[in-house]
């Protein structure tokens, strides 16, 4: 009784193999599909079985008259193996490789040892090793761990008569795969990966062999961008011929021997193949032909994002030495846009590099520090050695002030990727998470503490909540409003009853009265993380006692929460059913504060929101605008944009009397951002009342800059070995050119306001999937590219009261290209490709606020031509 595939003695075993492989869109059908094919005939024969054992066999593999050809069929113009041989395609001493016999011994159905010659080409073993996995079976059901060209993996059997279906699960395959994945799901790519293979048997040898592996590839935020790669591979039984006798023997070793001296025992497991580009540009010379679409001033251009990409995908092929002389010898325009590629491709080669190139110790190159810092900031797979390098230059003398704010800022940042993909325990993320909080307790001047703050609300490290609350509470002014938001950035499960009970004592002035950009972040965050009834109520019951501007803009939140059906709305809509808390006198509370959420898309893949609140003093004068965009799937959540202005302390301008607790404030407004979750270090528009006069007395009405680069988004990449044999490799990568400004503009002659944020972003996404045999490349590349603006303007009128405020945020028409390329090329130049494209503007629009904002609007806009005249 076997347990395993017997064969005959003295029989020679003719087969028909081949091996095909399609490259394609998603759900495309595999007729128009680019791939190729390798065909041959197999000689199959027992040379050996162990008289001990029926089930320990040795069998003979060889590969005869090997074609290689198109997959689908083609026009004679666009195939390009015509008039080829196949030596001329493969080469002569790949075909004799290819040709040369293999010895596998089976015992009880599986591959024991597979011996080959040992300095034949990696790519013709892993042809012989992906047909000698085929002759792998089990003739009962059930499961096993086995190892074959993918490595060892976790395959169910089904045996069913003389049909065995094996399904190898390919995620369970433990075989060294390069690759990586982006730090965020929403900007990641999802995969399925399938293998099954059927056997048909007659009299207890295979009669025939089906096997088919998919790779399925989309980009999470867009799944109609994807990929997908199919390798196929077939076998079936042509005759049966005489054969030659076996050999007698009692070991294999010995048979092994007499059969060719030559022959070494091999892992099955595929061997990794290099594949090496002959006619390649150099790095200075890739450089070279996309410079021009680096230049600051096309920043926001979806060709800037494209290049920056190209441009990454060859720094991280390159050496240290090509890195630096570049860097070295490009002009102070561009070298902020090489900084960020070469930071962007986090390979130790660039890392090096740029580490190298950068003096802390030299003030002048700020902006350069700073660029690398930032991109180090949205590093898509950080390394430690990134945040230990990062500890260290912090540790050491920094001649910039900011620079080493922004150093301790993106530690922050890091700190939390790194944790987010288990690391940590890290050696480095343990010393760098020690140095923030140490350093935050024993911070003296407010400047260091709100740095220290800052790294924090990055890392979201839940041992650094207790520091957090005992700022937010006993803090003053910026040091509590930034602790507060920090508190506000941690998922609602971490929120514990402590924090609650403290974010109440705040919003109530429990212990000490609190500025109301505090008081209003604190109701969010209890109004966010699952509030009780008796803690809604008196948020309620307090509107109405608070001051006036804050009055409204609590009721705004409220407004908010019910029309956006936030999860606490259910709370809110019991708590009114009480007459105590729902009645006239509190819900038309007067004033120009306002709190506001709205979809820009709702979509199938990713959904995305923006809100928008802005609170006043009681004098009219903005206090804090704050604009917020997130994009979500069903399981996870992107803060992809914020925003926020900040003002405080300018009443002595319009000659108003300040509000309760704020009467001391220095006069001060400023700018802070997130973007893509990372917190930005903030811009200061000016500090005191001296600064804010000459600011006044010399401003040009130019927006300030809040960030200006190039981000890498998406990074992916995974090579996979194919069943078949060839490596296959799907890359994705999403680039961000952005250019985000904020101003603030004063009118004393008009009594008006005016803040201004301006948002030009242009995407460029560039997929590829390709199959790489040394002989022909053949794979699909797919683009997505598109540009947008959008603006945020807030105009306040304070020549009469109430106030007038408009709010408006506009997106500018986009357009919105996607092209598809398939291809098949030979080394010898000769290329197929198919090409489509599809081209599309999206319309510009004008973003719905509440109603009482239109009707304020209008008034704005019609008042416009005699509000000279109403002056004081």
Not at 375 to 398: I, Q, W, Y
Not at 572 to 577: C, E, F, P, S, Y
Not at 789 to 817: G, H, K, N, W
Request: with cysteine.
């Amino acid at each position: 009784h076997t347990t395993g595939p017997s064969l005959n003695n003295d029989k020679l075993y003719k087969f028909a193999y081949s091996a095909e492989v399609y490259v394609d869109r998603v759900k495309a059908s595999l007729q128009k599909s680019a791939g190729y094919r390798i065909s041959s005939g197999v000689d199959v024969n027992l040379l050996w079985r162990n008289p001990d054992n029926d089930d320990d066999q040795l069998i003979k593999i060889t590969m005869k008259d090997v074609q290689v050809e198109n997959v689908n069929e083609r026009p004679a113009a666009k195939n390009i193996f015509k008039g080829k041989s196949t030596e001329r395609i493969i080469g002569k001493e790949y075909l004799e490789a290819l040709q040369r016999p293999i010895v596998v011994e089976l015992v009880r159905g599986k591959v024991k040892t597979f011996y080959s010659y040992q300095n034949e080409p990696a790519f013709t073993q892993n042809i012989k090793r992906g047909l000698a996995s085929l002759f792998q079976l089990q003739l009962h059901s059930g499961s096993s761990h086995e190892v074959d060209i993918s490595g060892k993996c976790s395959t169910t059997y089904h045996v069913h008569q003389d049909q065995v279906t094996k399904i190898k699960d390919l995620d369970s395959c433990e075989i060294e795969n390069k690759g990586f994945t982006s730090h965020n799901r929403i900007l990641d790519v999802s995969t399925k990966a399938t293998s099954a293979t059927v056997y048909v048997l007659e009299d207890s040898f295979i009669k025939s062999v089906k096997a088919e592996e998919n790779f399925v590839f989309l980009l999470n935020y867009r799944r109609k961008t994807g990929a997908k790669i199919v390798s196929k591979q077939r076998l079936e039984l042509k005759s049966i011929q005489a054969g030659l006798g076996l050999v007698a023997a009692k070991q294999v070793a010995s048979v092994i021997k007499t059969l060719d001296p030559n022959y070494v025992a091999m892992p099955l497991e595929a061997e990794p193949v290099k594949s090496e580009c002959k006619k390649c540009p150099s790095l200075s010379e890739h450089w070279q032909s996309i410079r021009e679409h680096m230049h600051p001033d096309k920043l926001s251009k979806a060709e800037a994002a494209k290049s920056f990409l190209s441009f990454i995908q060859n720094i991280r092929k390159a050496t240290k030495e090509e890195i630096l002389k570049i860097i070295r010898s490009e002009n102070k325009e561009f070298l902020p846009q090489v900084v960020d590629a070469v930071t962007s491709a986090q390979t130790p080669e660039s890392l090096e590099a740029i580490l190298e190139f950068l003096d802390f110790k030299d003030a002048s190159t700020s902006i350069l520090q700073e660029r690398f810092l930032y991109a180090c900031g949205f590093a898509s797979h950080p390394s430690e050695t990134l945040l230990k390098s990062l500890t260290e230059k912090f540790k050491g003398d920094v001649a910039n002030e900011e620079i080493r704010e922004t150093l301790v800022i993106v530690m922050g940042a890091l700190i939390r990727k790194l944790c987010d993909r288990g690391g940590c325990k890290l050696p480095a993320v343990m010393e760098a998470k020690r140095l923030i909080l140490n350093r935050v307790e024993k911070a003296k001047k407010e400047d260091n503490v709100q740095m220290y703050l800052l790294a924090l609300k990055n890392a979201l490290l839940p041992e650094a909540i207790p520091v957090l609350l005992k700022y937010a509470e006993s803090g003053e002014g910026p040091i509590s409003s930034l602790a507060a938001t920090a508190l506000q950035r941690y998922d609602p499960s971490f929120l514990t009853k402590e924090v609650k009970e403290t974010m109440n004592r705040i919003y109530h002035q429990t212990h000490k009265v609190h500025e109301k950009t505090v008081r209003t972040t604190a109701a969010a965050i209890i109004l966010n993380s699952n509030p009780s009834y008796m803690e809604v109520k008196n948020i309620l019951l307090s509107i109405g006692e608070l001051p006036m501007e804050m009055n409204k803009y609590m009721l705004s939140m409220i407004q908010d929460i019910l029309h956006f059906e936030m999860p606490s709305s259910k709370t809110v809509r019991q708590v009114l059913k009480d007459m105590r808390t729902h009645n006239y006198d509190r819900f038309s509370k007067m004033g120009s504060s306002s709190a506001y959420t709205g979809y820009i898309t709702r979509g199938p893949d990713v959904s995305s929101t923006y809100s928008l609140d802005i609170l006043y003093s009681g004098s009219g004068i903005l206090r804090r605008s704050n604009m917020n965009i997130h994009v979500f799937d069903r399981n996870t959540e992107l803060h992809a944009i914020q925003v926020v202005i900040e003002a405080q302390g300018l009443e002595s301008i319009i000659a108003a009397t300040p509000d309760e607790g704020e009467e001391n404030l220095d006069s001060f407004a400023g700018m802070s951002a997130i973007l893509f979750d990372f917190q930005l270090r903030p811009v200061t528009f000016f500090q005191g009342y001296g600064d804010l006069m000459s600011k006044m007395l010399s401003a040009t009405g130019d927006p300030m800059n809040v960030v200006k680069g190039l981000v890498l988004l998406t990074d992916y990449l995974q090579e996979i070995q194919l069943q078949s044999g060839p490596t296959a490799s799907a890359e994705f990568l999403g680039g961000l050119a952005i250019d985000i400004s904020g101003g603030m503009e004063f009118s004393l002659w008009y009594r008006e306001s005016k803040t201004n944020v301006k948002n030009r972003v242009a995407v460029f996404v560039a997929g590829n999937a390709e199959v790489d045999s040394f002989f022909i490349k053949t794979g699909m590349e797919t683009t997505l590219e598109a540009e947008t603006a959008l603006d945020f303007i807030s105009t306040v009128q304070f020549s009469q009261y109430p106030f007038l405020v408009c709010m408006q945020m506009d997106r500018v028409e986009s357009p919105f290209r996607t092209h598809m390329t398939k291809y098949e090329s030979l080394p010898s130049g000769r290329r197929y490709t198919a090409r489509r494209g599809k081209a599309a503007m999206l319309a510009g629009n004008e973003y719905p606020l509440h109603q009482e904002n239109s009707n304020m609007c209008k008034k704005v806009f019609g008042s416009k031509s005699d509000s000279a005249g109403s002056w004081f």
